[in-house]
């Protein structure tokens, strides 16, 4: 069946960067994009920013940007989401999804959440 | 940047209900919405797109309305697995953005 899963739980002090990865299947992964949300404690769901499977094209929050990066390996259906700098604020847990041809049609398909905890 | 309101931010009905839920963008978006149901540790699930369009294997109580500036979600009969936590979602310049949430409870 169509899926995305996310790698495990991360524990990250201040200052230091993630790599959350997001592998795909049960789809052709080019023909879809993955975008990135996220969702701090008790709080609602933000978007981060996506990518575009099929030729790279990529577009951040513009909160985010220059310290998210993310990018794709079409050898192993796996995306990834980077982020440098990290602080507090950042603890969340970091969902990835997929969107088809058009960034209108929504994200249908998501992945299961990987928890990112920032601390000293 | 596009800004999104969602109203109420929770309410309480009875099973059987109908319940609408609103969503207010800052500038007209067209029908670039999606509405979202998020359950307490799950990931989002989508159920309308494009503003009025079911996603499939979406139960045909949930259906969307709205263009421009704003926008109904409505249970036309609340059930208790619809105890969640809605989301609108808005389109713009490449860019997405959520409303803040309204929290659905089940009497």
């Known amino acids: 069946q169509v899926q995305l899963v996310q790698s495990g739980v991360e524990v990250k002090k201040p200052g230091a960067s993630v790599k959350v990865s997001c592998t795909a299947s049960?789809?052709?992964?080019?023909?879809?994009?993955i975008s990135w949300v996220r969702q701090a404690p008790g709080q609602g769901l933000e978007w981060m920013g996506w990518?575009?499977?099929?030729?790279?094209?990529?577009n951040y929050a513009q909160k985010l940007q220059g310290r998210v990066t993310m990018t794709t390996d079409t050898s192993t259906n796996t995306a990834y989401m980077e982020m440098r700098s990290l602080r507090s604020e950042d603890t969340a847990v970091y969902y990835c999804?997929?969107?088809?041809?058009?960034?209108?049609?929504?994200?249908?398909?998501w992945g299961q959440g990987t928890t990112v905890t920032v601390s000293s | 940047d596009i800004q999104m309101t969602q109203s109420p931010s929770n309410l309480s009905a009875s099973v059987g209900a109908r319940v609408t839920i609103t969503c207010r963008a800052s500038?007209?978006?067209?029908?670039?919405l999606a509405w979202y149901q998020q359950k307490p540790g799950k990931a989002p699930k989508l159920l309308i797109y494009?503003?009025?369009n079911l996603e499939s294997g979406v139960p045909s109580r949930f259906s969307g309305s709205g263009s421009g500036t704003e926008f109904t979600l409505t249970i036309s009969s609340l059930q208790p697995d619809d105890c969640a936590t809605y989301y609108c979602?808005?389109?713009?310049?490449?860019?997405?953005?959520f409303g803040q949430g309204t929290k659905v409870e089940v009497k």
């Open positions: 049960g789809y052709t992964f080019t023909s879809y994009g």
């Open positions: 999804a997929r969107f088809g041809a058009s960034l209108l049609d929504g994200m249908d398909v």
């Open positions: 990518i575009s499977v099929y030729d790279g094209n990529t």
């Open positions: 979602q808005q389109y713009d310049n490449f860019s997405w953005t």
């Open positions: 500038q007209s978006i067209s029908t670039w």
């Open positions: 494009k503003a009025s």
